[in-house]
């Protein structure tokens, strides 16, 4: 019952919004579709521009070759397969519970790419997919502590941190 809610129920099946789906003088919940306004893509490329950089937290310098994940916190856990991003091609997880936070991606590129990955954590960061401790700074995010990550990630590697 939020906006995320009210915004997927005011979507179309092609996923783009009206420009104004209400009468004059209606209740929020009482859309009309085929009003005197068309559909807005402009609205639709830019929720989904937003989303994916600041809800998802993914965003990917292809010139660089460094890939930022830094998903938002509050938000709820997320499974991302076969996201492209440019000429990038990731898949991306993350999953918060009472006990822990966990971010893993895979590489689905050709060359390596930094990875930089930050997290919401009180916890100390560690790699599950060897012995390994991750290394890590201190930084802020949402006025909360949070840690950030940097690591090379090979192709077709899979790097997964997890902080409890």
């Keep these: ?9 005011l979507c ?3 996923g783009s919004w009206w420009w104004w789906p ?8 009482d859309v009309v579709r085929l009003n005197c306004c068309g559909k807005c893509g402009w609205a639709a490329g830019v929720f989904a521009s937003l989303f994916m950089t600041e809800i998802l937290g993914v965003r ?3 010139p660089a070759k460094t890939l930022n994940f830094r998903p938002f916190s509050p938000g709820s856990s997320f499974v991302w397969n076969d996201a492209r991003t440019g000429s990038g091609k990731f898949d991306f997880t993350y999953r918060k519970t009472a ?3 966990t971010a893993s991606v895979t590489s689905r590129v050709d060359h390596q790419v930094t990875l930089v990955l930050t997290m919401v954590t009180d916890g100390i960061p ?8 991750a290394e890590y700074e ?3 995010f949402l006025g909360k502590r949070a840690v950030r990550i940097k690591t090379v990630l ?3 590697r899979k790097i997964e941190i997890e902080a409890s």
């Design 1 to 9: 019952r939020g906006y995320m809610t009210e915004l997927k129920r």
């Design 12 to 14: 179309d099946l092609d």
């Design 22 to 29: 209400y009468k004059c003088d209606t209740k929020t919940g």
């Design 60 to 62: 990917y310098d292809a």
């Design 99 to 101: 006990d822990a936070v």
């Design 126 to 133: 560690k790699f599950m997919d060897s012995g390994e401790e």
């Design 138 to 140: 201190e930084a802020q």
């Design 154 to 156: 090979l192709p077709d």
